[in-house]
């Protein structure tokens, strides 16, 4: 019979929480890779609804073990939960216990997930956390991530790792008109990088939504450029080579932070994401942890790398370019192309949600298919940030205006809840600025971006230009989530004519509003564009401020379609639009 808790020495008892962590984060590995594995049988038998559902499912699976972990760890220490002491010897236990896991670092985060559970650390606290990792250097960096495809043309080398079962598991039988796509696609690599030799390709498979990515490089002699094959299952019968991806520029916005995670296969996740890089050196490693799953380890990349931008600057934080938030403060420090975002303690007129709320739209957008147009929000709670990093007026507003998170002492700021999202540039500051060519094409995508996120069952809620913003790849993505809600849930309506004179002049609606009803008729008079811009918007994409656009995209949903959103450009592809 196991010996109750308080009979246990120190030593015994750090001994045991520690093995109830590593065997919680073997057990999260292990339904991690079931629902990743999954993935290719999703794939080939054209089952979307269970892939998005599998998706969400791993997204809650470390919060569930986590949230079981943190009760066993409860249990087990008793009334020496606070034990300082103890927390340290098990530290010191767990990692002796992960050090020969490829895994380490994941490891190493969901033990701190639990410290911070137990204590909420403001700050961080080396004694009892993985502030730093405790392991140099991996034997896992050893691992073979990628396998080489030489000897022979271009056109069959494509093919050859197309149909290596060992890769995919794709054979030659899975393809329709492979040998048509294959010449096409070896005839842009070749004007890409003339004289190719040889391909490298991660030994697995990048599956996310609809779409299957098989990603590499291409080289001659020390030459290479970065490739991506996407891969698509239109119907019952064979795999179509859709698009060829190449450069950093295709690869970092099919990896973008405003796209749902992939679901592929590594097992040594330190070693992959390095590969990974070389192929996108722009790219943080939080970000490529993020995009393979990891999004808890990557909240710990991302830390590190802030604390290095903070012992490595001096500006000072300050409001965040743009128009004042009625439900959030935004600040950013001018060298680090981040956003902090704060909940304001109450919300100006006429903003009737609450913290709650606020909070679950932001849920909502975690765990949904973002279609590369709405920005990731990371969620921390009790950060520490030195006091004199703050200008003076922006901590004085945290302190008035959300008194309930943000707290100071002599040298310190602790912020108790933060969103942080990537930096972008605010559609309407872009649109001051900008060049009638360069508007256009702001404007023709801002319609886009709209019309994606309605195909992924979001409705913005605010059409604002200030809500949107421009990445640096001129792409127009939505970063204003307090009236984002899913398109379904809304009822389009024509605009009532008036019957009279005084109805027409009328200052407020003289029919009837329910609170989910939505006249897209209107939505022009709130619009500021320039004027070259709002002519071609209303050319090209008119039908947005028509009911009819929107109850068709509801029909479509509500049908079963599933409308897809492609990450790449319509000029990437190798076949016609289906």
């Not at 590995?29 to 609804?49: G, P, S």
């Not at 250097?137 to 271009?154: D, K, L």
């Not at 990088?193 to 490298?200: F, H, Q, V």
């Not at 945290?398 to 912020?415: C, G, K, P, T």
Request: one cysteine or more.
């Amino acid at each position: 019979m196991a010996s109750e808790p308080s009979s246990l020495t120190d030593s015994r008892l750090a001994a045991l929480c520690a093995e109830a962590a590593r065997d919680a984060v073997v057990e999260y590995e292990r339904h991690f890779d079931e629902i990743t594995r999954r993935a290719r049988d999703r794939f080939l038998a054209r089952d979307w609804r269970g892939s998005f559902d599998d998706s969400r499912e791993r997204l809650r699976l470390y919060s569930l073990i986590l949230d079981s972990l943190t009760n066993r760890t409860r249990e087990l220490m008793a009334d020496r939960l606070d034990h300082r002491s103890i927390w340290k010897a098990t530290k010191a236990a767990y990692s002796a216990l992960i050090a020969k896991s490829d895994r380490w670092e994941i490891a190493e985060s969901f033990f701190n997930s639990l410290t911070r559970r137990i204590f909420a650390t403001e700050g961080v606290n080396q004694a009892i956390e993985f502030v730093d990792t405790d392991f140099d250097v991996s034997a896992s960096e050893q691992h073979e991530i990628a396998r080489t495809y030489s000897g022979g043309t271009v056109t069959k080398l494509i093919t050859e790792l197309l149909t290596d079962e060992s890769v995919g598991g794709f054979v030659a039988e899975h393809w329709r008109n492979l040998r048509e796509s294959v010449e096409l696609a070896a005839k842009r690599l070749d004007a890409a990088l003339s004289g190719a030799d040889r391909i490298e390709i991660i030994r697995a498979v990048f599956y996310r939504g609809r779409g299957a990515y098989i990603v590499g490089r291409a080289l001659r002699g020390d030459t290479s450029v970065s490739i991506a094959f996407a891969l698509s299952h239109p119907d019952e019968s064979d795999l179509i080579l859709d698009a060829l991806l190449i450069g950093e520029a295709d690869l970092a916005i099919l990896f973008s932070f405003t796209r749902a995670y992939f679901r592929v296969d590594a097992p040594c996740p330190f070693a992959f994401v390095r590969w990974l890089r070389d192929l996108m050196p722009g790219k943080r490693l939080a970000d490529l942890y993020n995009a393979i799953g990891y999004n808890r380890h990557a909240k710990t990349e991302f830390y590190r790398d802030f604390v290095h931008q903070l012992q490595n600057s001096n500006d000072r934080f300050v409001q965040a370019e743009g128009t004042r938030g009625m439900v959030m403060i935004v600040f950013t420090l001018p060298s680090y192309d981040v956003v902090f975002k704060l909940i304001r303690d109450h919300f100006d007129q006429p903003k009737d949600s609450d913290r709650k709320d606020v909070m679950r739209r932001y849920k909502l957008v975690f765990e949904h298919d973002r279609a590369g147009r709405l920005i990731e929000a990371h969620e921390f709670e009790h950060l520490r940030i030195p006091r004199n990093r703050f200008d003076p007026e922006l901590l004085q507003e945290l302190l008035s205006d959300a008194a309930s998170i943000v707290r100071v002492d002599a040298d310190d700021v602790f912020i108790n809840h933060a969103y942080v999202e990537r930096r972008v540039r605010p559609l309407n500051l872009f649109f001051a600025q900008a060049d009638d060519g360069a508007a256009v094409h702001a404007a023709c995508d801002y319609a886009k971006a709209i019309k994606d996120l309605a195909a992924s069952n979001i409705f913005p809620g605010d059409f604002l230009t200030k809500n949107f913003g421009l990445t640096r790849r001129d792409r127009v993505v939505f970063y204003d989530y307090d009236e984002l809600c899913f398109l379904t849930d809304c009822n389009f309506r024509e605009l009532p004519q008036s019957r009279t004179y005084e109805e027409e002049i009328s200052a407020e609606p003289w029919f009837s509003v329910r609170v989910n009803d939505i006249f897209p008729e209107e939505f022009p008079r709130f619009l500021s564009f320039p004027r070259v811009a709002r002519e071609e918007l209303m050319k090209q994409h008119g039908d947005l401020f028509r009911p009819k656009f929107w109850r068709e995209m509801q029909a479509a949903i509500r049908g079963g379609e599933l409308p897809e959103v492609l990450p790449y450009a319509p000029e990437r592809r190798l076949v016609p639009e289906h």
